[in-house]
T-cell receptor, first 114, second 114 residues
Framework: AQTVTQSQPEMSVQEAETVTLSCTYDTSESDYYLFWYKQPPSRQMILVIR??????QNATENRFSVNFQKAAKSFSLKISDSQLGDAAMYFC???????????FGQGTTLQVKP | DGGITQSPKYLFRKEGQNVTLSCEQN?????MYWYRQDPGQGLRLIYYSQIVNDFQKGDIAEGYSVSREKKESFPLTVTSAQKNPTAFYLC?????????????FGPGTRLTVT
């Protein structure tokens, strides 16, 4: 069974600063992958970034990057140069390549202060 | 424009009535999923379907039913047997890209049962 845990219910960051959201996971699968999704007040889920477990290199998408520590089962999201539009709930999710179904963490609400 | 459509955005029902939530996609994705989101919580998988005429239970399937008669459509019925049906329901579809299923979400339906 897979589990995904986000231990920070809320975080805040000053505009233009950097913030890191934490996520830990547990799985017995060898072929798995991890995602971060963003859910703004509109409640539309938006895919932010993905990481394949077999890849050593951390994924990066513009201002968003991950720190994937396989041995520690940690998958944190770093947001650089935070913008007001980054304010949202962020979900970490894990899945396997056979079914595509995802297990989600509880979410972290990010507040961006002007 | 390709995308996932869920209708209606808000749905109200009386206790004891069955209600069907619509999900349509024109992305030509094979797999489709239904999730439930409760306030302040992550998403939990209800049902998923990887091909037409086939579907599997997720983690919280009790009180729900689905059908997959067409590739584009995956309606969810919330039956009167579901004890706490009031929630936000999200439909997703996925495509395998680089060995990974990337899930894309519809805008969601907020169901209120009184």
């Amino acid at each position: 069974a897979q589990t995904v845990t986000q231990s920070q219910p809320e975080m805040s960051v000053q505009e233009a600063e950097t913030v890191t959201l934490s996520c830990t996971y547990d799985t017995s699968e060898s072929d798995y992958y991890l995602f971060w999704y963003k859910q703004p007040p509109s409640r539309q889920m938006i895919l932010v970034i993905r990481q394949e477990a077999y890849k050593q290199q951390n994924a990066t998408e513009n201002r968003f990057s991950v720190n994937f520590q396989k041995a520690a089962k940690s998958f944190s999201l770093k947001i650089s140069d935070s913008q007001l539009g980054d304010a949202a709930m962020y979900f970490c999710a894990g899945g396997t390549s056979n079914t595509g179904k995802l297990i989600f963490g509880q979410g972290t609400t990010l507040q961006v202060k002007p | 424009d390709g995308g996932i459509t869920q209708s209606p955005k808000y749905l109200f029902r009386k206790e004891g009535q069955n209600v069907t939530l619509s999900c349509e996609q024109n992305l030509n994705h094979d797999a489709m999923y239904w999730y439930r989101q409760d306030p302040g919580q992550g998403l939990r998988l209800i049902y998923y379907s990887q091909i037409v005429n086939d579907f599997q239970k997720g983690d919280i399937a009790e009180g729900y039913s689905v059908s997959r008669e067409k590739k584009e459509s995956f309606p969810l019925t919330v039956t009167s047997a579901q004890k706490n049906p009031t929630a936000f329901y999200l439909c997703a579809s996925s495509i395998k890209r680089g060995g990974i299923y990337e899930q894309y979400f519809g805008p969601g339906t907020r169901l209120t049962v009184t």
